[in-house]
Structures are given as structure tokens and as C-alpha cells.
T-cell receptor, first 113, second 109 residues
Framework: SQTIHQWPATLVQPVGSPLSLECTVE??????LYWYRQAAGRGLQLLFY??????ISSEVPQNLSASRPQDRQFILSSKKLLLSDSGFYLC????????????FGDGTRLSIL | GQNIDQPTEMTATEGAIVQINCTYQ??????LFWYQQHAGEAPTFLSY??LDGLEEKGRFSSFLSRSKGYSYLLLKELQMKDSASYLC??????????WGAGTKLIIKP
């Protein structure tokens, strides 16, 4: 069966520091991969998605970036965090077919001080 | 623009039935998902509808009317553990997933 791992679970970072969140998927090949952010009490905001290695689509211009160095690895990064980057970050995967549900990792709660 | 509307919050009693509505205006339609999200946790997939009608899965059922741009999630025999947010999401004509803001369901004993 397929599993998705996302770490760390919580992170506290100072303003201006860098960020790297990692997500890996097991048990499937060539999945679609997604990064979302959820502000407290709000809906999901799609940040990035990828349909293959090295293919990244950005939905929201900001100081975050994403990379997919391997088929089942998706990384969210920032060179310099802002206070507004605080939130709950979720990685998700879906099968390559276009009407398949997305399955989420446990999320990373990021607090910027 | 694309829009999905859900009530912000609903309250129901343990053992009762509750219906959570979702209306959508999107550029095309290729399916609709319902997800459950407990506080502080990730969303989990509940159901998928692409054709009109009712899909039943145990205590949970989901209904779709494409002509009305409308879906609902029906929860029967409510349990305290059903207290969560319920998210509606629609696949548009470009196969992009459009998310609603979610409905927070509070179950009272």
C-alpha cells in the first residue's frame, strides 16, 4: 500500500532563516505531488504541484520554492522566512490519472518568531 | 471566478443525522471530493462523485446534482468522533482541484 511521510511535524524558526520541508511517497511510481498551506481555521491553499521529476508548477508567487529531485521526493524551501509564512504545511500525492483523490501527509506546523 | 460555498459551522446531536451542503461555480466539472479533517490533523479522503446521484459508504453518503452545481454529505448515527471539518473540493475543466473553506461540524452529547 502507498504511504506518505512528511517531516518535521512541528518547526519553530526565526524570521529571515531558511526552510526545508521534505516529503516522500512509498508504494507508487510517478505520482503527482502537491504542497499546500493552511492558515488557522481556513481552507487549503495550493502552493506547488509536480507531475514529474524536475517539473514544478507554482500557484502563488511568494518567497517559497519547491523541488522534486527524485520521483517520490518533494521538497519545500525558502531562503528567508517571513512572519506571514507561519501555517500548517501539507504534502499530498495522487495517482497520475486526473480524477484521482489526493492523499495527505501528517503536515508540518510552522511557527515563525 | 471559481467558487465553492459551504456553511462555516454546523452543530448536531450525537446519534442524529446531519447534512452538509456544498454549492460550486467552476469552469467545468470533472468530479467532486469530500474530505474529513480533524483539528490539527491532515485531511482524509471520504468520497468521490462524478455522476448524479447518491454514493453510500457506511454511515456516510454523498450526493451530487451536476445541473444544480450542488452536493451534500450526509452523516448518520453521529458519533462524537465525527466532530471535524468537512471539505468539499471540485475538479474543474483543467483538472485543477478547487477547495472549499470547509464546514466545522460540532457534535453535542
Amino acid at each position: 500500500s502507498q504511504t506518505i511521510h512528511q517531516w518535521p511535524a512541528t518547526l519553530v524558526q526565526p524570521v529571515g532563516s531558511p526552510l526545508s520541508l521534505e516529503c516522500t511517497v512509498e508504494g507508487t511510481s510517478n505520482p503527482n505531488l502537491y504542497w499546500y498551506r493552511q492558515a488557522a481555521g481556513r481552507g487549503l491553499q495550493l502552493l506547488f504541484y509536480s507531475v514529474g521529476i524536475g517539473q514544478i508548477s507554482s500557484e502563488v508567487p511568494q518567497n517559497l520554492s519547491a523541488s522534486r529531485p527524485q520521483d517520490r521526493q518533494f521538497i519545500l524551501s525558502s531562503k528567508k522566512l517571513l512572519l506571514s509564512d507561519s501555517g500548517f504545511y501539507l504534502c499530498a500525492w495522487s495517482e497520475g490519472q486526473e480524477n484521482q483523490p489526493q492523499h495527505f501527509g501528517d503536515g508540518t506546523r510552522l511557527s515563525i518568531l | 471566478g471559481q467558487n465553492i460555498d459551504q456553511p462555516t459551522e454546523m452543530t448536531a446531536t450525537e446519534g442524529a443525522i446531519v447534512q452538509i451542503n456544498c454549492t460550486y461555480q467552476t469552469s467545468g466539472f470533472n468530479g467532486l471530493f469530500w474530505y474529513q479533517q480533524h483539528a490539527g490533523e491532515a485531511p482524509t479522503f471520504l468520497s468521490y462523485n462524478v455522476l448524479d446521484g447518491l454514493e453510500e459508504k457506511g454511515r456516510f453518503s454523498s450526493f451530487l446534482s451536476r445541473s444544480k452545481g450542488y452536493s451534500y454529505l450526509l452523516l448518520k448515527e453521529l458519533q462524537m468522533k465525527d466532530s471535524a471539518s468537512y471539505l468539499c473540493a471540485v475538479i474543474d475543466s483543467n483538472y485543477q482541484l478547487i477547495w472549499g473553506a470547509g464546514t466545522k461540524l460540532i457534535i453535542k452529547p
